[in-house]
């Protein structure tokens, strides 16, 4: 068996069992693939994939085990290659960040200066998408690390850290008549139309819930990926913006006001995940410490080590 062979089952499972999108991802034909995967199960005596004629179905129940391990080879595999660049040059290297766009606008820019000082030979690539396709990219080695909100914390094969926490704000017009409550509440909220997340973003889900607790109906009126969107829509006087704090600058953002809203909606943390296992280079650890000071490098190689399980802000 060799490692061509692992690559091709790996590839396979992840493009949906065609053998022919396979091989187009790993620049080889599509017989060669099917023919390698052959003399694996020969091999190994037992068959990876279920069959229909000459078209690969699904894995077989031992293939299910037998990819679990193909995995964690080529993930040492990597792994290895990561460790001798590491030594042969320890200041110069990829470095590839999937974050939320908000992360990506708001979090990660004054760590990101910060690291480009540091190591101005490091080639820094940012990646933008969901919780759930940032944190498909650090599973399928595309990013090295993911920067989001709770929901990266659900993936099993993801070591999750919390970096920082931080809560939601309502903004509006400097004539807003919200702006003279002297606490903000649902039933305010509820008497306008509501400018804020995509479902998928930034702790939306813990806005809804907090309506449905108080059997209210929000009307929201526009959803967006991001926070500059809902700042845009509110200053053109579309409704009340419902984001995180972190993405309001009052030099910056000097046609609105911003209202407090964490105790409406409680506070949201901000994680930053790894894939298991992994192997990171030194400045790697650098970049994280940047961005939480309380994520040091020896938490962080603990946590790979599976032994973070305790730890929270």
């Known amino acids: 068996m060799n490692l061509h062979q692992f690559r091709f089952v790996r590839e396979a499972v992840r493009q949906n069992y065609n053998l022919t999108e396979a091989a187009k991802a790993l620049y080889t034909s599509q017989p060669g693939v099917s023919k390698a995967i052959i003399e694996l199960e020969e091999e190994l005596g037992v068959e990876i994939f279920t069959r229909h004629g000459k078209r690969v179905r699904s894995l077989t129940e031992p293939g299910r085990i037998i990819l679990v391990s193909v995995e964690k080879i080529l993930q040492e595999v990597e792994s290895l290659k990561r460790i001798g660049k590491d030594y042969a ?5 990829n470095l590839t960040i999937a974050a939320t766009h908000t992360q990506a606008r708001y979090s990660l820019p004054a760590a990101v200066a910060e690291f480009k000082k540091r190591f101005p030979k490091v080639r820094l690539s940012i990646l933008q998408g969901n919780p759930t396709q940032v944190a498909e990219m650090v599973l399928h080695d595309q ?9 990266i914390s659900s993936y099993k094969d993801l070591v999750s850290l919390p970096c920082f926490q931080w809560h ?3 903004v509006v017009q400097p004539d807003h008549p919200l702006l003279e409550k002297r606490s903000l509440t649902l039933e305010d909220l509820a008497q306008y139309p509501l400018i804020t997340y995509d479902p998928a973003f930034a702790g939306r889900a813990k806005i809804n819930h907090a309506f449905a607790l108080r059997n209210l109906t929000p009307d929201v009126v526009l959803e967006a990926i991001d926070a ?10 579309l409704g009340v913006g419902l984001m995180a704090d972190i993405a309001y600058n009052a030099e910056r953002d000097k046609n609105l006001r911003v209202i407090p809203a964490g105790h409406l909606f409680g506070s949201n943390l901000t994680r930053l995940a790894l894939k298991q296992g992994a192997y990171l280079r030194s400045y790697v650890y650098t970049l994280v410490e940047l961005l939480s000071p309380t994520l040091s490098r020896k938490l962080i190689e603990q946590a790979l080590r599976g032994e973070h399980e305790n730890y929270e802000l």
Not at 89 to 93: L, N, P, R, S, V
Not at 229 to 237: A, D, H, P, R, S
């Open 228 to 237: 500059d969107v809902i700042k845009t829509y509110v200053e053109l006087g």
């Open 89 to 93: 040059a320890q200041d110069q290297g």
């Open 143 to 151: 990013a090295d690390l993911a920067i989001a909100t709770e929901a």
């Open 168 to 170: 939601h704000v309502a």
